[in-house]
């Protein structure tokens, strides 16, 4: 039994298809709901098992439409139900607003957990914040800002790294296909259309659009392919499709051609590159402008970091293109700029510290087309500059897709964080044997936690300029 989590990106598109199969039926009675409101004018749901094992789980959605849930998808709400556990969560923002919420989601959260506090039957004993996706992004926040409010954390696919890595080796990815494949083309990378209210979105998508077309056109010749794998190194594509045997670490042809079905097909309505654009909008409208660059960036110091680099060479090589030509065409006409105003408001909403205040599990698949699994080597990075790392683990499981997990994988991580939180150490919890022994323990589906170590992520080292 597979749950595809329908989040972040792929939820505001409204196009994921998600594939819900419902947990096996159990004895634990209707759940009472309860429902309210926040300051910011949103909304916020809950629901407490009768046989409530007094842990709380506040959950964080994903990116997309805003609206209040307390669980990433119905299958695994009942599990999570069936075992005892209380949910609650917002719509972190009013349903008529900026789906990219970090303006007020932390706000609207901790007034959620209040509210739902005032309707529990009893003093919550513990209390676990949960995110995926975007939703992810916010509950490591919550942790660095809890104030005695939480427990412990666990982030499921999130945006760990943050908005601003984000969206930097985004832009260095976007501008290096357009200037590669396209040059001398309008195509706008940034300012959709000077962060005007409403109309973000829309330019966002089409710039998603005509970056598709041009990586269609692309892919069919060698010189196309080389100068997408350059340009997928700085966008950190995995090199592994749904449907496909992984390739081996030398098949660069076939890391290529999987990456680009990755980044570049869909089989519901938009392809990753196009909603990671529809998304920019969003968060430039939220930010009031551009907070990313490519003025200043040394492009080919960029992809020595990459861990594609082997790959983007051999593939310049068979094509007859010179690669240090391209770079130095890159870094000679990069020329965008951030806006000081917009980089401080990513700083204070969607920036994570790394200053964990209490422990935090974080979950990834290992092929994930929108948020990559080095976000999470970005993120262990700098909780152990904030000398956190101890209260931080991170674990992965062997799969494609964004937010593709299980549930039993779910509830295997949650348990994992109680242990934490009621021994005080983590034990072996957190290690993948365990964590998959515990997962295929539950009767909820199949696990495939894994050891794993990420790569760095490629295109956020400081710049000049």
Known sequence: MRVRITCWLAAAASVAAATLVAAPAADADTPTSYSGSTSSGGTWVADVPRAWNGTLLLFSHGFGP?????????ATKQALLNRGYALAGSSEGPSTGNWWTLGVALDDQFETLAGVRAKLPAPARQVIAVGQ???GLISALENEHAQGRLDGVLTACGLVEGADPILQYQLLGQYAMSRLLAPGEPIKLVNFPGAAAGSGPAQGLATGKQLTEYAQQAQRTPQGRARLA????FLNTAPWAAGDAKPGPKDYA???RQQYKVQFTTDSGMTPIELVELARGYMEEAAGGNASRTAGVDFARELGRSPYLPQV???YRSAGLNLDTDLAGLTATADIKPDAAATRWYARTSQPSGHLTVPQLNLHTISDQLIPVQ???YYGRTAARAESDPLLRQAYVERVGHCDFTPAELVAGVRAVQHRIEKGRWDDVATP???DAVAKSLDLGDAAYIPFRPAPLTG???TAG
């Open 254 to 256: 076939e890391q290529e």
């Open 313 to 315: 060479r051999a593939l």
């Open 66 to 74: 805003v609206e209040a849930a307390d669980a990433p998808d119905e």
């Open 230 to 233: 350059l340009a997928m190194a």
């Open 460 to 462: 956020v080292a400081p």
């Open 375 to 377: 976000a999470e080597d």
């Open 433 to 435: 044997g365990k964590l």
């Open 133 to 135: 996706s975007m939703g």
